[in-house]
């Protein structure tokens, strides 16, 4: 069982900045990939970013330049930092771990972006 909290959401306005952090509760050294999704109201999940054991990242094409994912294993965290933040990056954002063929999710968090 993998459990995940969210945090570093908020209300920011257009052109703004956010650090999104994803605390596991167990090593992530060994957790294949792990990443981000978004649902925004009214809209289904999407893939925001992910990023591998080795490094390897993708974004969606609506972040790339403008997000960046990592991973500290020392900490067992994921970090989202985000900037250049449009309103249309409104949403709630769900952290995720896929560990053996399995997905665990966070609770997500909020980010609002104001124009």
């Known amino acids: 069982q993998v459990q995940l909290v969210e945090s570093g959401g908020g209300l920011v306005q257009a052109g703004g900045s956010l650090r999104l952090s994803c605390a596991a509760s167990?090593?992530?050294?060994?957790?294949?990939?792990m990443g981000w999704y978004r649902q925004a109201p009214g809209k289904q999940r999407e893939p925001v970013a992910f990023?591998?054991?080795?490094?390897?990242?993708n974004y969606a094409d609506s972040v790339k330049g403008r997000f960046t994912i990592s991973r500290d294993n020392a900490k067992n965290t994921v970090s989202l930092q985000m900037s250049g933040l449009k309103p249309e990056d409104t949403a709630v954002y769900y952290c995720?771990?896929?560990?053996?063929?399995?997905?665990?999710w966070g609770q997500g968090t909020q980010v609002t972006v104001s124009s």
């Open positions: 995720y771990a896929q560990p053996l063929g399995l997905t665990y």
């Open positions: 167990v090593n992530i050294w060994n957790i294949n990939t």
């Open positions: 990023i591998t054991s080795d490094g390897t990242t």
